[in-house]
């Protein structure tokens, strides 16, 4: 792996200066990714080195968390959280998966809606610590179940791919237990936690479950991003060359950028077939993304099969920029709006449109 | 039609495929929308003409009439005959604008050039709008500027773009008089009127103007739109009339509007959006698409274009809705309403902050 990495004249396009951002939104225009992919990623580290560097990050976010519930109390009086060890999922029954679940304390209902949270990290961190378990339970009046997995640090594909089956198994199975609605459940993620809920949803698809819908904040859909104008921006909230470092570690040098991983690898990798019959999917990203051009290219597979699909794409943003700007900033206040009415529709409508169901016979219909 | 010929429509008139927010106000379907459009594509141009004019003064008689108190009081209207367009300097456009009273301030005002949608048929014209006109021009305290433009059945290609620009011309020329800061001038538009606000960009491009931003809610980009949303079809197999906006409606009013040159690959971009080269889109308003339906026929050509503009280093930004087609929402229903505000509010972005980006230019 040792060498310069060369990069060649005015290949690679700036969209690291403040000048591309949404005037509204500069001073929040994006966090530096940059190190921690690096140091997480470093191939030339021995894994035991960066697994103990990523779990010393761990142990920081847990910390950063307790600082959270001060300062709102109430939120933390909302719900209990509960984790629970559940077996494998079938393709790797050996290897146990922590599973936290965030239930309402005051419930009016027996049967609540569900979120199935997937925390993002590009592709390194996968603690649901990252994410807003918490507010998405008190906001949308929701059970949300949230896997740990193991990220590239830990494990290949499909490792985290098989955590997540897991875990969805399961709260499938023990939905009355939970007190879920089986029928109500919205997967969603950001970042690396929305590339990977894209995946998921060919492995869903394949042992035919039918979650009510996907919302995908700021998803990366590809490893093989030669062709992409996007994928040549410089940015250091996340590019190209994070997505290059973190997609070596998560298939391996040998796999990387190959025709031959699936869809459930890599959400981009599938064809218009393979996208016949996904459950309706939302998507949010913006102009200076890197995967910008390659969910445009996996939009375009979802429509022709048929698929419920929405692409919303923010300009003057790059990776995660509204998701981390200050819940006060104009801007996203209205992507908020956006999102938050994703989610109420899903809850209230169901849009999975059953007639194009197709090919049954090859699907292990577990999720019947 | 030759039996033997077998078209490959994707009919979606089917309610099932609506996000069911989709199927109040302006309906899903609405039977025989385009059978105005075949009356009046087989007639001598002058006669549609004529009608026009007379159906448009009959509205705006009924508009005027039925205005509040509320309403006078909060703007003046004015009906002007602007001057031609420097390409075609000696037809006349006719032109309204709203003026709001009583703005604090002695800062000038911005201003907002509205162009009608109408499927290039019906409709075209401000009178149809004064409502949405007046509340635009109260709502963002903006002289509101729209015009009468020649539909593609009284006059082909480039009419009704001349007419545009002749409107916008006419604030370039008065902006003294009214008080207009010419710095901040942003077009918006519906359906036929946001493809117009793009045609315009680009016709406005070449004589050295950029407005401040471009708001363009369901754009019409391209003629062929050969791609799977200019597959879709809302022809009620029944009664065998078009009952939605679709591709086919796209179809037939461009070919009446470009004639032989529909499909043509050399027509400029000041016809269709979607024959922009990267070069052209340097330099380009910063433009929303706040609105494109997942089953509208323009929905690929329009992303397309918006690849254009994303490689021309243009802003854009773009939402597509799933389970909506071109006619608009309703907005009492939430989806409706997110929407269409949509509209208003990249207005307001763009009357806010300065997009443009100056380091872009060659």
Known sequence: MAGERRIENERIKDRNDVKWA???????????????????????????????????MYRDIEAGRSALFEDSPELNEHGETTTYTVTGCPEEPETEVKVDVRVPKVRKRKKLPCIFYIAGGAFVLGTPWLGPIEEYSMNYNCVVVAPWYRTSVDARYPAAINDFHAAYKWMMENADMLGINPDKVIITGMSAGAS????????????????????????????????????MYNCDAWDGDQIHRTMMQYFGPENYASGSIGPEGMANHA???????????????????????????????LYEAGVFAEIHTWAGCCHATLYNA????????????????????????DMRRAWLNVDEKTTEMEGK | MDNNLKLRQDNRIDKKWAHPDALGGINWAVPGLLDTFFEMADRDPAENVKDRRDQRSFILEGALANESEKRKAAGEWRFVNAPGCPDEPETEAEICLRIPKNVEGDEKLPCIIEIPGGGMYIAGSYEYYIGMLASLSKHHKAVVVSMNYRTCVEAPYPA??????????????HAQELNIDTGKIVVHGFSTGAQLALCL?????????????????????????????????????????????????????????????????????????????????????????????????SRDATLDFCRTLHAANVFVDYHVWGGCNHNTTDPSTPLGNLMSSGDDYNIGQALKFDFSRPWTKQ
């Open chain 1, 22 to 56: 949404h005037p509204g939104i500069a001073e929040h225009y994006y966090i530096d990714g940059r190190k921690t992919v690096n140091r997480l990623t470093n191939l030339e580290k021995t894994p035991e080195k960066r697994l103990e560097s990523r779990n010393k």
């Open chain 1, 196 to 231: 990977l809920a894209l995946s998921f949803a060919f492995r869903l698809k394949r042992y035919g479950y039918k979650p009510r819908g996907i919302v995908a904040l700021d998803p990366a859909v590809t490893d093989d991003r030669s062709n992409y104008l996007s994928h």
């Open chain 1, 271 to 301: 064809t218009v077939e393979d996208c016949r019959g996904l459950c309706p999917i939302i998507i949010h990203t913006s102009e200076s993304d890197a995967d910008r051009d390659s969910l445009l290219a996996f939009i375009s597979k």
């Open chain 1, 326 to 349: 200050p819940k006060d900033n104009e801007l996203r206040q209205r992507y908020q709006q956006l999102v938050d009415g994703n989610f109420k529709d899903f809850f209230q409508y």
């Open chain 2, 160 to 173: 009704a773009v001349n007419d545009c620009h002749a409107a916008y011309q006419y604030v370039l020329d």
């Open chain 2, 201 to 297: 960009g680009f016709r406005l491009k070449r004589y050295g103007i950029k407005p401040r931003g471009i708001v363009s809610s369901l754009p019409i980009v391209d003629d062929v739109n050969a791609s799977q949303s200019g597959t879709f079809s809302f022809r009620n197999e029944e009664t065998g009339t078009i009952d939605a906006w679709d591709a086919e409606g796209i179809r037939l009013t461009m070919q009446k509007w470009l004639g032989e040159h529909y499909g043509d690959p050399t027509l400029p971009p000041e016809a269709l959006p979607s024959r922009a080269t990267v070069e052209d889109c340097v330099g380009f308003p910063p433009t929303w698409f706040p609105i494109i339906g997942e089953m509208d026929g």
